[in-house]
């Protein structure tokens, strides 16, 4: 593979005695499904929070796209194209489906000092928009209200909003979390058909999908990563590790 | 539904407008002088309330000190006419302004005072959220008034009476009439421009604020610059209306920055409907009739307001307006 499009180095994040993260070091490379996984506690939503900027490390650095942005706020990381999503769904919920993601869309396309020219009936933000819904299969959803769209549909305008941005690494913090079976699986339908044309890093519990999924796969541990590698390296691992540490997953 | 509500609304809008428009010649006919002086105050009020539900209600910001820029903009022009009477300069120093009883010179200047003091204001008081944040506004505006009431060169805590009302060019505004019509414009310029605003792209990220600012940040909105930014457009809106209200009493004191002004415009935007445009419009000349009629009855009258504020918060949570032409998402 190319060149890392993130590196974290030394990442550490303390609350008091506990150390979330505790020197967390990772590389993504460019084009990859990469996936955190872990037991409950072992850091893996607080280094999202690192990545994405809601969260100031204590220690270490972050290069994206060969920049250091350790010290960066949210907004100028996602002005870089660092999009995410939220463990818990994260959307203006009383927004259309499409509004959502015109609001995607302006984030990407210039500043937003403007005063006068109408929003709703601009067709450089419409177009886009309604295209990033049907890649995602909400295009029949378009004009609903977000707050009346099932669980699994505002998991997926979360990814359109996402989307939308044309991120250069997207983060995606447990995609499935309280998903039924008929809905994971159409999460992981969408997210297959990103592969390769996304970066994605995702922290994710159901195994099925991470196993389906990530080209490599990161276990993280008291907020420190004990290995990276391939999904088959690490099942094979995996079956050491448990039988040794008798407790993850 | 969606061909008969428009239908509703531009119904409700245009009976208002007409009345509004008609109300000064029948006022006269009918030798009720009174009330077109009555309607330009609220028009005036109006005006304040509309700019103070571009922060509270499209971008989630409760301020409770409203009342400093709509004081502040009434102080320039009273200031400004006092300097103008008296033929003397404002201040000389970096540069030298004479005072004056031209509108388009103290009216100006007044938005802009006010713009920039809610620069200040903004700028701290936006880093705090929820009661904080109205805390702090109401703390500033209490600032202000007890800055305006120690300024005793303009009349300290008595106030300051003007000696005449603008004028605008050669036009004076001394007649109630033309003060009127002059309320009423610059009223439906502002509602004109706010409208443009709130459906802008500036106007969606402010909602978007609202909504979820968290997410805002993440899709890459600096979020602090455009609230900021909204509640400059408040503050130089309620100074302009603060600049009218001054020509309307010819009088301005510190009483025009108690906090009780700033609750009487939140009592208004709630009344008429939050997140709307017209609401506050509706809002302030409800509240304001009230306020008239019932206070001939008694002095008591906020015992009766008290009620129907409550049964309108219960009842119609999105206001007297807004429940009227009840559509989510609306655009104002």
Redesign the interface.
């Known amino acids: 593979m190319g060149k890392p499009i993130l590196t974290a180095q030394g990442l550490t994040k303390v609350y008091g005695a506990l150390k979330a993260t505790d020197g967390l070091s990772l590389e993504i490379q460019k084009g990859e499904i990469h996936a955190i996984i872990g037991p409950n506690g072992a850091g893996k939503t607080t280094a999202i929070g690192q990545l994405?900027g809601?969260l100031t490390s204590d220690e270490g650095t972050i290069y994206f796209a060969g920049k250091d942005i350790t010290r960066l706020?949210?907004?100028?990381r996602?002005?870089l194209g660092l999009?995410?999503s939220?463990q818990i769904t994260?959307?203006?919920?009383?927004?259309?489906a499409e509004?959502n993601v015109?609001?995607?869309i302006?984030?990407?396309d210039g500043h937003?000092?403007?005063?006068?020219?109408?929003?709703?009936t601009?067709g450089k933000?419409r177009v886009p928009a309604r295209e990033v819904l049907k890649e995602v299969g909400l295009a029949d959803r378009a004009t609903i209200?977000a707050d009346r769209l099932s669980h699994g549909e505002q998991r997926q305008l979360e990814l359109a909003?996402a989307l939308a941005?044309r991120p250069n690494l997207l983060l995606l913090d447990e995609p499935m979390a309280g998903m039924g079976p008929a809905s994971s699986r159409k999460m992981v339908a969408l997210l297959n058909a990103l592969k390769g044309r996304i970066t994605i890093l995702m922290v994710e519990h159901d195994m099925n999908a991470v196993f389906t999924l990530a080209d490599r796969i990161t276990v993280l541990v008291y907020g420190r990563a004990i290995a990276t590698d391939t999904p088959e390296n690490i099942q094979t691992d995996f079956a050491v590790r448990q039988a040794y540490l008798g407790e993850y997953v | 539904m969606n061909r008969f509500q428009p239908t509703l609304k531009a119904c409700i809008l245009v009976a208002a407008l007409v009345f509004l428009i008609g109300l000064p010649p029948i006022a006269s006919a009918l030798e009720a002088d009174f009330y077109i002086g009555l309607f330009s105050r609220i028009l005036i009020y109006a005006l304040a309330a509309v700019s103070l539900d571009l922060i509270l209600g499209y971008g989630g910001m409760v301020s409770f000190g409203h009342a400093a820029f709509f004081g502040a903009g009434a102080y320039v022009v009273g200031i400004f006419a006092f300097h103008g009477a008296e033929g003397s300069a404002v201040f000389s120093w970096p540069f030298m302004i004479m005072g004056t009883d031209n509108a388009l010179v103290s009216w100006i200047v007044a938005t802009i005072t006010s713009a920039g003091l809610a620069f200040v204001i903004g700028a701290i008081s936006l880093r705090t959220r929820g009661v904080y944040f109205i805390m702090i506004t109401l703390a500033f505006a209490q600032m202000m008034f007890f800055f305006f009431t120690s300024l005793e060169l303009y009349g300290g805590d008595d106030g300051l009476s003007l000696f005449t009302r603008n004028r605008i060019g050669h036009l004076s505004l001394s007649n109630d009439t033309v003060f009127y019509y002059t309320c009423l414009g610059l009223l439906i310029g502002f509602l004109f421009f706010s409208w443009?605003?709130v459906?802008?792209?500036?106007?969606?990220?402010i909602?978007?604020c609202k909504?979820?600012e968290?997410?805002?940040?993440?899709?890459?909105?600096?979020?602090y610059r455009?609230k900021l930014?909204c509640f400059i457009i408040a503050g130089a809106g309620a100074g302009l209306s603060g600049a009218l209200m001054a020509n309307q009493t010819e009088f301005v004191s510190p009483s025009l920055l108690h906090w009780t002004v700033s609750g009487n415009i939140l009592v208004m935007v709630v009344l008429g409907g939050v997140g709307t445009l017209v609401g506050p419009v509706f809002g302030a000349t409800t509240l304001l009739l009230l306020e008239e009629f019932l206070s001939r009855y008694t002095e008591h009258w906020m015992l009766f307001l008290g009620p129907i504020l409550i049964f309108v918060v219960l009842f119609a949570r999105r206001g007297l307006y807004g429940s009227l032409v009840e559509r989510?998402?609306d655009?104002g």
């Open positions: 994405s809601e706020p949210v907004h100028k996602a002005s999009a995410r939220f994260s959307i203006l919920l009383n927004f259309t509004d015109a609001m995607a302006q984030a990407r937003s000092f403007k005063f006068w020219k109408s929003a709703r601009d933000l209200v909003m941005t | 443009r605003l459906n802008s792209r500036f106007g969606m990220v909602r978007g909504e979820n968290r997410r805002m940040g993440a899709l890459g909105f600096p979020t455009y930014t989510i998402g655009d």
